[in-house]
Nanobody
C-alpha cells in the first residue's frame, strides 16, 4: 500500500506564491505517476499537473504559473504555484499510481489509485 501526505496549504494574496509537497510512504518504489488535482466548492475535482514517467503535463489554466517537480530520493512530489489567482482557491489533492498512463488518461482522476487527504489553498483578491 501507499500513503500520501500533503503539506499544509494556506492563505495567500493574489499574485503570491505557495509551494505544496506530497510525501509518499509504503510501496513507493513503483510510483511511476504522481500528480495533483484540485476541487473548488461546488465543482468537480479537476486535473492540475502530473509527472507520468518522464513526461510532465499541466492543465491549461495553470500552465506557465505552476511547476510540478519530483524528488525520487525523498519520494516526494512538489507543486510550486506562482502568480496565484482567486480562482486557484481549492482543496489540492496529491495522487499517484504504480504505472504510467497513456497520455490521454493523465487528466482523469479515476485513473489514479492513491490519494492524499487534501490541503486547502485560499487565494484572496
Amino acid at each position: 500500500q501507499v500513503q500520501l501526505v500533503e503539506s499544509e496549504g494556506g492563505l495567500v494574496q493574489a499574485g503570491g506564491s505557495l509551494r505544496l509537497s506530497c510525501a509518499a510512504s509504503g510501496r513507493t518504489f513503483t510510483l511511476y505517476t504522481m500528480g495533483w488535482f484540485r476541487q473548488a466548492p461546488g465543482k468537480e475535482r479537476e486535473f492540475v499537473a502530473t509527472k507520468n514517467g518522464v513526461n510532465t503535463y499541466y492543465a491549461d489554466s495553470v500552465k506557465g504559473r505552476f511547476t510540478i517537480s519530483r524528488d525520487n530520493a525523498k519520494n516526494t512530489v512538489y507543486l510550486q504555484m506562482n502568480s496565484l489567482k482567486p480562482e486557484d482557491t481549492a482543496v489540492y489533492y496529491c495522487a499517484a499510481l504504480q504505472r504510467t498512463l497513456y497520455s490521454g488518461d493523465v487528466y482523469s482522476s479515476s485513473k489514479y489509485d492513491y490519494w492524499g487527504q487534501g490541503t486547502q489553498v485560499t487565494v484572496s483578491s
